[in-house]
């Protein structure tokens, strides 16, 4: 680590030397401590995953969920996926995290359904790494055997990222995904580079505009231009678009008018527990939803 920060500092230019260095080692010390803590955290069951509801635009019901994960951490306490992710990335330690992930909202359907709470879409992230294994759809395979979750109530939130560089080999693991009865979703579309005509070839049926698109919405031109694409994009290639970080009731109103078919953000709900989730949902008035349109 040493060696790196020096030869960053010198390259860095003299005047920064003094500064780099500790900065430097602070950093790469942090990092190392989160990663063992994370290593941890997945033995010692500190992890929780929180639900935050989609609506359909046109008449507010709740179709699903998408599926976040929480670190509750003894000491540091709450740590965001933000903070968490890219150092689960980095040291693999996202593999066994995201067979964590899909277990548990494997389980969670399972339980909905048998409790009645049946024809909820349970959403789960999915990194480019994690999906680039060749022995993913063997993972999903056995923990759907494993929990008794029904594949059609699964989706899988694909990052555009991973889609990156298409091979036939990835292309056919989406298709044999897609033939076990999961739904595929492109998450964060918009800020990765995907061609058009790769896109079109793709099984997958929703595109999620991400959260950067919609949060300056309806001033901004340059994320209406971006958010008016998708939306035309879906259009066209026949995918559901859903909207996330929906906050303002313009912005829902926007989106609305344009044709998303689907909304996620605090407008409606925050990410919630699981019992909470459940509680949310009984309670959920869908004409509520439209309200906010008139009113807004
Ligand atoms: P994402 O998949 O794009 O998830 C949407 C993020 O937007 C979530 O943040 C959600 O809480 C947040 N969000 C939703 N509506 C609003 C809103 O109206 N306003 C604001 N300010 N935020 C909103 P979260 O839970 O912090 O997760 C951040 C990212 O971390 C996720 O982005 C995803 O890329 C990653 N992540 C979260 N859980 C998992 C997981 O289980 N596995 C993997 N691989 N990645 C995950
Ligand atoms: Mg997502
Ligand atoms: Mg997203
Ligand atoms: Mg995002």
Not at 3 to 18: H, I, L, V, W
Not at 72 to 101: C, K, N, R, T
Not at 177 to 197: I, Q, V
Request: glycine residues 8%; charged residues 25%.
């Amino acid at each position: 680590h040493a060696d790196t920060a020096m030869y960053g500092a010198k390259e860095a230019g003299r005047n920064n030397f003094q500064f780099f260095v500790p900065e430097m080692n602070v950093r790469a010390r942090e990092r190392l401590m989160l990663e063992n803590a994370l290593r941890r955290a997945i033995e010692r069951d500190e992890l929780s995953l929180h639900y935050q509801p989609q609506l359909r635009a046109d008449d507010g019901r709740l179709t699903g969920c998408e599926a976040l994960v929480r670190w509750l951490h003894p000491e540091m306490g709450a740590v965001m996926p933000a903070q968490f992710i890219p150092v689960a990335e980095d040291s693999g330690l996202i593999v066994p995290l995201g067979e964590w992930v899909l277990r548990q909202a494997c389980r969670q359907q399972a339980a909905w359904a048998r409790a009645g709470l049946g024809g909820l879409m349970v959403a789960v992230n999915i990194s480019a790494l994690q999906f680039r294994r060749a022995d993913f759809t063997g993972a999903v395979t056995r923990i759907l055997a494993e929990t008794g979750a029904d594949p059609a109530w699964i989706e899988l939130e694909i990052t555009e990222s991973a889609l990156m560089q298409p091979s036939t080999e990835l292309h056919e693991r989406l298709v044999a995904l897609g033939r076990m009865g999961l739904t595929l979703a492109l998450d964060d579309f918009g800020t990765g580079y995907s061609s058009l005509a790769y896109l079109k070839r793709l099984p997958i049926s929703r595109l999620k505009i991400d959260r950067s698109f919609v949060k300056d919405l309806p001033g901004d031109q340059e994320d209406a231009a971006v958010a008016s694409a998708t939306l035309s994009l879906g259009r066209d290639l026949g995918l559901e678009v859903v909207a996330e970080g929906v906050e303002q009731p313009e912005q829902f109103a926007w989106l609305q008018a344009r044709g998303c078919a689907k909304m996620q953000g605090y407008l409606f709900a925050r990410p919630m527990p699981a019992d909470e989730f459940a509680r949310w949902a009984a309670a959920h008035d869908p004409a509520a939803v439209g309200m906010l349109l008139a009113t807004g």
